[in-house]
């Protein structure tokens, strides 16, 4: 074995005292050959400072400054593409000690990115003074950066949960820096589309990231118009995926409303939530989203109550009817269309599914019968009202009788002990 060509290879593939690794000239760097020796020979001198840094040389921001320079040579950057001072390009830093101490660039190999970045959320934010929104080292990391393509990239599949989760997922940051919507990650991480990412499902593969529905380099807030989560944006960022559901909606009375911008009309997060989306087959959803549907519709849900129906389903049963088992989910529409699950023509079908031996008698059934107001039936009012005189009644008559036997009872029973009373004195 010949350990002086090891190391001497060693030495070429990590570019220290051989420049001729820096100097294969990176595709992106449009600079002069000679302005290039100098970037070298100045990174050369960069290296042997902080290689050898002690512990206790840290930056302003209070991190370490030895750097790692072996593994760095080994980075897509380090890797002859970029030197120190391409990143680290302030005059400040060629001399120690550094005077003019200024954050990396990366402007002059991607510019496109950096324009792009700051148009983004994070990038605003932190024109805007914000000091925690995200930087590209936040999303990408700094002299250990890997190809996105890579399993271990900080934005692969794999990892981008925890890279955003650093700020998104960290609740009292998320409170101190003022992120919106706290503790994010927590959320999406047991969300149906979260637990499916860890899970061992073919799904795995095709279940949204964050940077799915949020973008990456075009991030926007949520009250951006052109933002990807836009309220009125989110059914066409879903559908991305769920094409065939998001078809079903546009059809139905909802999508319709929203087709004619009335942004009232629910999107898909209305019923499914956003970062908590559940699987809509468990009993707790299908019962929870009558409170959704609910929030809007509130006088049906005032006379849904009312019935049997309702009030088993209060229960959390979903044996009975919800909203959904009449109406439908995503194909809801107006009782006079008679694509509609509650019209004229298609109700028995709609009963039947539970009720086998529904008849048009059956059928006549109101679930929305207000017994509150005249106009729902004068039949159903005055049993309403009978019902309640009836019950009134018979509640002040029983509550007399238990008084007065209350009243029996006890005189009875003094009259008992005194009697008691009396016998033990003969003894
Ligand atoms: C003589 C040794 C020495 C040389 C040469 C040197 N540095 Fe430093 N550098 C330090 C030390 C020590 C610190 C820690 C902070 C301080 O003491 O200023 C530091 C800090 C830094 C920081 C952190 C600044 C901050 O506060 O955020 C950067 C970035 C940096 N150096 C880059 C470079 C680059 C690029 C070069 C080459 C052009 C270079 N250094 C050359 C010793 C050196
Ligand atoms: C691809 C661009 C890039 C290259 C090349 C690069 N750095 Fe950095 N460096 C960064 C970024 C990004 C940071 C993080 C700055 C921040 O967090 O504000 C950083 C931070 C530092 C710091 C401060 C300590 C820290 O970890 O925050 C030092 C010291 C430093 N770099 C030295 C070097 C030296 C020496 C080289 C050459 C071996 C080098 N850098 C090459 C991008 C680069
Ligand atoms: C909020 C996180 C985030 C921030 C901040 C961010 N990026 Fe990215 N970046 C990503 C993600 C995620 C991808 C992968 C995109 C994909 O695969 O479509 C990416 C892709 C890239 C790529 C490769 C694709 C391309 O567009 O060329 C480069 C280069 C890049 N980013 C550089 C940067 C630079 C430079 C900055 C800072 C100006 C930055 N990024 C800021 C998340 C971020
Ligand atoms: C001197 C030019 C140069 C500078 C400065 C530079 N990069 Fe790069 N970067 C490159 C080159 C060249 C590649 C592509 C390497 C390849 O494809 O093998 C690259 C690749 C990347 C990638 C991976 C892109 C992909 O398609 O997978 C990211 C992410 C990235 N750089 C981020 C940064 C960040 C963040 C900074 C600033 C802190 C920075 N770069 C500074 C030259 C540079
Ligand atoms: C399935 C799509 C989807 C995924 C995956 C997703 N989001 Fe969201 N996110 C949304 C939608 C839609 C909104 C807008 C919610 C609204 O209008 O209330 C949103 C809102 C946000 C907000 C703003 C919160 C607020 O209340 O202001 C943040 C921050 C956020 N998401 C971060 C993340 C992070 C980090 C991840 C990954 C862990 C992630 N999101 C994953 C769709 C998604
Ligand atoms: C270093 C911290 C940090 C990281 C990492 C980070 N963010 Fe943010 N993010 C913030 C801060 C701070 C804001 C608030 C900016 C403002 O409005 O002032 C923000 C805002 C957002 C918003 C806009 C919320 C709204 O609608 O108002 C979204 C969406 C978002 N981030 C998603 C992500 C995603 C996705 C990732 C990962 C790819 C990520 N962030 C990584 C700090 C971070
Ligand atoms: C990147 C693609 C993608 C995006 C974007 C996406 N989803 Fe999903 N979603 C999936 C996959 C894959 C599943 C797993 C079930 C399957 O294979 O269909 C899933 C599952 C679901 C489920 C559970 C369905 C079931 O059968 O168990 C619901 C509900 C859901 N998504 C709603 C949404 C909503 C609402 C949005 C938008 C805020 C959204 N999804 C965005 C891919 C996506
Ligand atoms: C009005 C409330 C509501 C709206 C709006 C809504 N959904 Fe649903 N969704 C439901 C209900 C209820 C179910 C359960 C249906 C069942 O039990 O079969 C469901 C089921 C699902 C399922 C799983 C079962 C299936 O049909 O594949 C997916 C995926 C889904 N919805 C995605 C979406 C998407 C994407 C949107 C927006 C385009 C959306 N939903 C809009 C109420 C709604
Ligand atoms: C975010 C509010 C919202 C939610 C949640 C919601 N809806 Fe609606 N719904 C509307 C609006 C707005 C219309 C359109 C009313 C119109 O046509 O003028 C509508 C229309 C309807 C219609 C057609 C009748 C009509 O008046 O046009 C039915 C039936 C209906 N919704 C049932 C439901 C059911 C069942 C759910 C739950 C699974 C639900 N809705 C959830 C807002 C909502
Ligand atoms: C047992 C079946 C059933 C259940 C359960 C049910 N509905 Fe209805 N719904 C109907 C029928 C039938 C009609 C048409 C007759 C009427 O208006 O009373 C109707 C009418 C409606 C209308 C008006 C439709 C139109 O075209 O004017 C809305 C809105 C509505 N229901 C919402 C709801 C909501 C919200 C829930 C749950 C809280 C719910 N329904 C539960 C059967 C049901
Ligand atoms: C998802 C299943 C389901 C659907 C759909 C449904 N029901 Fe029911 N309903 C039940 C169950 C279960 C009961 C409990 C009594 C029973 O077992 O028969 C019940 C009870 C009732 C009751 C009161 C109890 C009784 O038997 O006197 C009436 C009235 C009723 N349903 C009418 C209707 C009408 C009308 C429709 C169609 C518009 C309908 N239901 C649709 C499941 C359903």
Redesign the pocket.
């Known amino acids: 074995m010949n350990i002086r060509i090891t190391i001497g290879a060693a030495a070429l593939a990590l570019g220290l005292g051989a420049p001729g690794a820096w100097g294969a000239k990176p595709a992106a760097v449009p600079a002069k050959p000679d302005a290039h020796a100098a970037a070298l020979a100045a990174s050369q001198k960069c290296m042997d400072c902080h290689a050898e840094a002690e512990p206790e040389d840290k930056s302003a921001a209070g991190k370490p400054v030895k750097v790692d320079v072996q593994a760095f040579a080994k980075t897509m950057h380090g890797n002859g593409k970029a030197a120190c001072v391409d990143c680290h390009d302030a005059e400040g830093f060629r001399k120690y000690p550094h005077k003019e101490v200024k954050p990396p660039q990366c402007a002059s190999c991607h510019e496109k990115a950096v324009k792009a970045y700051a148009e983004t959320i994070h990038g605003q934010a932190r024109a805007h003074g914000n000091g925690v929104a995200a930087t590209c080292a936040n999303c990408h990391g700094t002299h250990d950066i890997k190809p996105t393509s890579d399993d271990d990239s900080m934005v692969s599949r794999g990892r981008i949960e925890a890279t955003c989760g650093a700020c998104h997922g960290d609740t009292k940051l998320a409170k101190d820096g003022k992120v919106p919507g706290g503790n994010v990650v927590a959320k999406y991480h047991d969300s ?2 979260g637990r ?1 990412l860890h899970g061992d499902t073919k ?1 795995k593969d ?3 990231v964050c940077t ?2 949020h973008g990456t380099h075009d991030m926007r807030p949520k009250k951006d118009p052109e933002s990807a989560v836009n309220r009125a944006n ?1 059914p066409e ?2 559908g ?3 094409g065939k559901v998001k078809k079903i909606w546009a059809g139905g009375q909802h999508g319709k409303m929203r087709a004619a911008n009335v942004l009232t009309a629910p999107g ?2 209305d019923c ?1 939530g ?1 970062h908590t ?1 559940a ?3 468990t009993p707790e959803w299908q019962v929870g989203v009558i409170k959704e549907c609910g929030g809007c519709h509130t006088e049906y849900i005032k006379t849904y109550r009312d019935t049997y129906h309702g009030q088993v389903t209060d229960l959390g049963y979903t044996r009975v009817a919800t909203c959904a088992s009449c109406h439908g989910s995503h194909e809801i529409l107006p009782k006079d269309n008679p694509f509609s699950k509650v019209s004229s023509q298609r109700i028995l079908s709609t009963c039947q599914q539970c009720h086998p031996k529904a008849n048009a008698n059956f059928v006549k059934f109101q679930p929305h019968a207000n017994k509150h107001r005249k106009e729902s039936g004068l039949v159903l009012y005055y049993t309403a009202l009978f019902m309640q005189v009836l019950l009134a009644g018979v509640f002040a008559f029983f509550g007399l009788h238990t008084v007065l036997w209350l009243y029996r009872s006890l005189a009875e029973r003094k009259a008992q002990r005194g009697r008691a009373a009396g016998e033990g004195e003969k003894h």
């Open positions: 149906i589309h499916l799904a095709r279940v949204p799915d529905c989110i960022t879903c991305t995926c769920h898909c997060t499914h956003t989306i699987d809509p087959k």
